[in-house]
């Protein structure tokens, strides 16, 4: 168990330089870092300095291992773009993003899991075959349709909610946040459907599945035998023993929310960190782009590692599995 | 022989081809489903139309000349205010047909696709087949790196590796080489999954009697990989790629609508998305409407066809 543990979070590790050292070799190699940094007029004087200054004359080993330490202390250097230090600049923009991928991910579990349950209990009726066509079509619209489509009903023809932006916002000092006014968590409505939808549609197939799986087996019929409701037999007895697949999906699919919410923030304009990342990519913002590489790889990283622990820790056939197979 | 006979013997084995074609199990399959039909249909409508572009648009969107200002923002179907011409499918804001964006917008969003899967099928096809021939070290390091990428969304693969191109790319090229950039960021970000089939199926076969008794004729490792191996392991591979073409064109969409794709002197369909979206406050739907039916008509044809295709070909992958 703890070889099985120390060997994964070695792993973890490993593919972390490995992402790190794309992200330097990024920093390093695309554009020279000078030519950016210097406007037009410069002196051979500023160049020598600057390079000095960033290290750039010192072995490639060594600046690497200056950036890792730097990135493993939140400094990612100096936007390009903005000028400003991108540990600033993505802090500002954090908060946004983990908002609308927290609701996102609430709607996508909640909703997932009800209807999940729904469309298993009643296979056969109509309403469960009406939500499992609608899923099936927005399954195949690609997430930046989905957005438009919400955009133009609810805010061209409806005129209910905002398309664009966070609404009024509270700043708490280390905090904005768009939960405290009703501007806020307007602005929140269709971003957070969006991004969450596919998650949702994921999950309510998963449950599904897994629930038919679990309700053919014998002790459902012995519940129903011994005259318990439906209700405990569903919720109790069924839904409980489906959640060990549903935690690890949904677990991995917290990264993809993150990851997605790129998508979402283009659309709605959502002043996070995705919507950073694509203007990064959209004017070369290398240290921008090697930041956000390197957060979003430490959180994959961290939430694979986490899942696999937990389903080793949850399930005990796989510890005797691997007990007996080394 | 004459040429008359040549081309006679060619009608033959060609009728020939056909004739077996239209016994096999694979074709009374394709006859038995609606859902094939249509989508290949569509699929077929589709891309020949795209490929067929110049012809059939009605006007060439990218000649400045044939354009007229005076005809932006007509409606469908309704004659313009100024210059009482008609277009079926509207106009945008400079006047151009949106029937004749599409097509060629679509032509660009095909090639982006086609080219892109082929390209990951290359790399990943041979990476796969190293991979599980020759094992070891080599096997290690191509695998790890296939379960990082595959770590991340492909997507955003995409992203990182069109933004670093770009950034290599001098500055007047940038819009001239987007549409080649954007083809090496979607391969590369798709490769894994061929690699990862193939090299499963390589590993099953290169322990069987006709690779060892190609090596025991003293036949290279290239030669038994490529000739012998690779056409038992291809079968999957087809079916991979017409799932990947149904994910290529909506990633190179998503990536063009995002700005970080086709640039607006060549718009592709989520080029064209990302334009019409800024019309969508003012009332001009049809500049964001039709092009995103069709990338959804498109995408979805080639979605349900490679599903079908899977379940036709290889019942053991669903």
């Known amino acids: 168990m703890l070889a099985y543990i120390i060997r994964r979070v070695a792993q973890s590790v490993l593919v972390l330089l490995v992402v790190g050292l794309v992200a330097f070799s990024m920093f390093r190699f695309v554009g020279d870092p000078i030519d950016n940094m210097l406007g037009q007029e410069r002196t051979q004087a500023d160049i020598d300095r600057l390079r000095i200054e960033l290290g750039l004359d010192r072995p490639f080993v060594v600046q690497y291992f200056k950036f890792l330490e730097g990135a493993v202390q939140g400094n990612f250097g100096v936007s390009y773009r903005q000028g400003r230090p991108v540990s600033v600049i993505i802090k500002e ?221 949850v399930d005990p056939r796989l510890r005797a599995d691997r007990a007996g197979g080394h | 022989m004459s040429d008359i006979d040549v081309i006679e013997v060619a009608k033959a084995a060609e009728k020939g081809r056909w004739a077996r074609f239209s016994e096999s199990d694979f074709y009374w399959k394709f006859r038995g489903s609606p859902v094939a039909m249509v989508s290949f249909a569509v699929t077929a409508v589709l891309v020949l139309s795209a490929l067929f572009a110049p012809l059939i648009a009605p006007y060439n969107p990218f000649d400045p000349g044939s354009l007229n200002l005076m005809n932006g923002f007509s409606a469908p179907g309704v004659p313009n205010a100024f210059t009482g011409e008609t277009f079926a499918l509207g106009t945008d804001d400079q006047g151009r047909d949106v029937f004749s964006t599409i097509l060629y917008g679509m032509r660009i969003s095909l090639f982006v696709g086609f080219a892109a899967v082929t390209f990951a099928l290359v790399l990943g096809v041979t990476l796969g087949l190293i991979a599980g021939y020759v094992g070891g070290w080599t096997e290690t390091i191509i695998m790890r790196v296939a379960d990082v990428q595959l770590t ?80 038992n392991v291809l079968s999957p591979v087809l079916v991979i790629a017409t799932i990947s073409l149904a994910l290529a064109i909506i990633a190179e969409a998503t990536l063009s609508f995002l700005g970080v794709g086709a640039p607006p002197t060549q718009p592709s369909l989520g080029t064209l998305i990302r334009i019409g979206q800024g019309f969508l406050f003012s009332g001009e739907w049809w500049i964001l409407f039709f092009p995103a039916m069709t990338l959804l008509t498109l995408a979805l044809a080639v979605n349900l066809l490679g599903d079908w295709l899977r379940d036709a070909l290889n019942p053991r992958l669903k």
Request: charged residues 15%; glycine residues 8%; positive net charge.
């Open chain 1, 93 to 313: 923009r954090a908060p946004a993003t983990l908002e609308l991928a927290a609701v996102s991910g609430f709607l996508a579990i909640s909703i997932g899991i009800a209807l999940g349950v729904f469309t298993a209990i009643r296979r056969d009726g109509w309403v469960s075959n009406v939500i499992m066509s609608v899923s099936l079509i927005g399954v195949s619209l690609p997430t930046f349709l989905i957005g438009i489509l919400l955009i133009y009903l609810f805010s061209v023809e409806l005129d209910m909610l905002p398309s664009f932006g966070r609404g009024e916002v509270v700043d708490l000092g280390w905090w904005t946040t768009g939960f405290l006014t009703a501007s806020g968590l307007k602005a929140l409505i269709l971003p957070s459907i969006t991004l969450g939808l596919y998650q949702m549609t994921l999950i309510m197939r998963l449950v599904r599945s897994e629930m038919l799986e679990v309700l053919r087996q014998d002790y459902i019929r012995f519940a129903r035998a011994r005259g318990l409701k439906e209700r405990a037999v569903n919720f109790r007895h069924a839904l409980k023993n489906t959640m060990v697949p549903v935690i690890t999906v949904t677990g991995l699919q917290l990264g993809a929310i993150i990851a997605f919410a790129i998508i979402t923030e283009t659309v709605f304009q959502w002043p996070g960190v995705g919507l950073l990342f694509i203007n990064a990519v959209q004017f070369v913002d290398i240290p921008v782009m090697a930041a956000y590489l390197m957060l979003i790889s430490v959180m994959f990283v961290g939430i694979n590692l986490i899942v696999d622990l937990l389903y080793f820790w």
């Open chain 2, 152 to 231: 991340f969304p492909s997507i955003l693969v995409a992203m990182l590796i069109f933004g670093v191109a770009k950034g290599f790319t001098p500055v007047e090229y940038r819009d001239q080489m987007a549409i080649w950039v954007l083809i090496i960021a979607i391969g590369l970000s798709d490769w894994v999954q061929f690699a990862r089939v193939v090299r499963g199926a390589t590993l099953v076969e290169r322990n069987k009697e006709y690779v060892q008794a190609a090596r025991l004729i003293g036949r290279t490792s290239p030669a038994i990989m490529l000739r012998h191996i690779l056409p």
